[in-house]
Structures are given as structure tokens and as C-alpha cells.
């Protein structure tokens, strides 16, 4: 069953040098249970596609195009009231920075318990109690420190508070952004495998952001790579990571250090990500990739296949059908 379904969404900023697009033609599905795990590297556009699901842009960005379709309702269309409804209640979100999500001087009980009472009206206080009780319990927050403040927590402590306060609503999304960010590697292990286990448990769809491609194999069913605001290459786990297409998605995957040192597989030539603003007529990646050639320059890119679930936006990737 198809939860949400993102067609051709483009969104741009309004700067004084002018109109930058951060996000250009995207487009992918989400089924209920299953999660979709959204890497590139930082500007990429990843955070922006988050945003704009929940109609949470800043003033200065707007949606240029597209249809974002959540059980076949499209949230472009919905007022600002109906949209209110749908955040927290249907679409919950994981923020990057826990403390920044979290009122300083609310107890993180009662920030919970306003989101509930918000969106489930017909649930008595009792009701409520209990519901919270579970949510502590499902995160490991010890039942005694339901009451802290915010600055009574540790930062992995206020990012399982998040964690709870996305699921208060029984979601049926729930948009996770950077959600590990900041934290050490132990803790950041302990919050992928309570995300992943309450995803499975309660068969949320997931939308998981980050820069991290590891982190992202971690959690997700399917990726999307990004680079400069498009969708450059998307599959199953399993097909993006042992059979990469995209030269920017090896780039990616040969980025970790090895244990014994192994040399990358690709190497990032000279050249930046391109301005926005004024995007180049052919391949985005074309000033950094080690297989581009003089055509990639003015040729846009196209989708090529490496099975029916597995394909990539490039002119110079060979198709590898499965």
C-alpha cells in the first residue's frame, strides 16, 4: 500500500542573487512498512524534501512544481488548518537537533502530552498517562525522569524524547533527519536499532535523511542518493550497495576507511558542486566525476536500468540487469 507519493517536486529559494533550486524533479513512493533512506552530501537538497512534506519551508522557499500525494490526498492542496492536522498525526517528524526540538523550559512530559491531547481529543487523562508511561518505556527513558527538563537529559536522552514524541500520535510517516547527528558511535547504535525496531513493529513508513551512507544501510529498505538537488541514483539496499551505478554513488560507498586501508575505488577529481542558481544544461556531477567526457557537459542525463527496481541518472554508466 502506497503512502505517500512525491511527483516531480522542484523548490527553490529566493535569495538576492536569485532563485536558487534546491530540489529539482524529484520524484519517489513510500509504502506502509517500509523505509526510504535519502543520502548526498550537505545542500544536496535532502532536508528541503523533509520540509516540504510537512509544509514546514521558511518563508523565502516556495514549491515550484510537483504533487505530494499522502493517501492520495495531495498536501499542497490542504489548508493550513488541515495541514496542522496531518503533522504530528500522520506525518511525524524526528528533528536533527533533539534540544533545538525540545521547549527548554516545558518538562518533556508535558510537551509530549500536549501533542496528544492536540490530535487524539477522545482519549481521557488516564488514557493520555498511559500512553506517555509506554512511549518512556519504548525509548529506555527511566519511568522517574519522565518530569526532567530538557537540560536535565543527556543528548542521547533527548534525542529518544524525540524519538517519542514522533510516535505519540501513532504516525503513519515518520520523517527522520540526521536523527543520530552529534551523538557517539554507541549511542548513535542504540538509537538506529530502536528506530529500525519500533519502524518494524508498528509498520511506519520511514523516510530516513542523511549524509551518512552507512547509517542510511543501516536502517533503510531502499536509498536515493542525491546530488546537487536531484535524485541521482535509487534501489534496494542491497543493489545501490553491492551494485552501484552512479559514479557519485561510489564515490560515496568508497569514502569509508577500510581496515586494511584499501585504497578508494574512485577518486574525486577538481571541481565543486555546481551553483544552483544557474544549473548546468547537461550532467550535474559532470566537474567532478572521473568517467565524465566533453558531452556529459552539455547532454542531460538520462535514466538507465539495472533491474526493474535499480536505476541511475547517467549518461556514461553502463546498465547491469539483474
Known sequence: MTLLAVENLSVGYRTRQGLLKAVDGVSFRLDRGKSLGFVGESGCGKTTIGMALLRLLPANAEVLGGRMLFRDRDLMQLSAAEMRQVRWKDIATIFQ???NALNPVVRVYDQIREAIETHLINLTPADTAARIEKLFAMVGIPRKRMHDFPHQYSGGMKQRAVIAMALACHPAVIIADEPTTALDVI????????IKTIQDEFHIGLIFISHDIGVVAAVCHDIAVMYAGQIVETGKREEVFERPLHPYTRLLLS??????????????????????????????????????????????????????????????????RT
Not at 549511542?187 to 530502536?194: F, H, N, T
Not at 551553483?275 to 567526457?293: D, I, W
Request: glycine letters at 4%; aromatic letters at 4%; charged letters at 20%.
Open 97 to 99: 537537533a533533539a534540544m
Open 187 to 194: 549511542v548513535q547504535d542504540q538509537i538506529l536499532k530502536e
Open 255 to 320: 569514502s569509508h576507511l577500510s581496515i586494511d586501508h584499501t585504497p578508494p575505488a574512485v577518486n574525486l577529481d577538481s571541481g565543486a558542486t555546481p551553483n544552483l542558481m544557474h544549473p548546468p544544461p547537461g550532467c550535474r556531477f559532470y566537474s567532478r566525476c572521473p568517467l565524465a567526457e566533453s558531452a556529459c557537459a552539455d547532454n542531460a542525463p538520462v535514466w538507465i536500468e539495472g533491474s526493474r527496481t535499480h536505476r541511475a541518472l547517467c549518461n556514461k554508466s553502463r546498465s547491469r
